[in-house]
């Protein structure tokens, strides 16, 4: 069985080279560039000003009483 595709004829902007998606691209490159450039500009200086994260957990407090009678008196 055969597959028939029926492509529209090109118009006359893409046979020539010339078409509005190449200058899409281009600015959406431009502008990727120039946020990239921004982040590293401000973004990187402004994380190492922050510093280290500090976490403060509380030792626990353990009562060890001063005298322990290890004596072990049975009754009969």
Known sequence: M???????????VETEGTSTGGISFL?????????????????IPAIQRM???????????IIVPNKVDLNVTQEK
Do not use: D, S
């Open 2 to 12: 055969t597959t028939v595709i029926n492509n529209p004829a090109p118009t006359a």
């Open 27 to 43: 600015i959406g490159i431009i502008v990727l560039v120039g946020l990239v450039m921004v982040f590293l500009y401000f973004g």
């Open 51 to 61: 510093g280290q994260v500090q976490v403060n957990i509380p030792a626990p407090q």
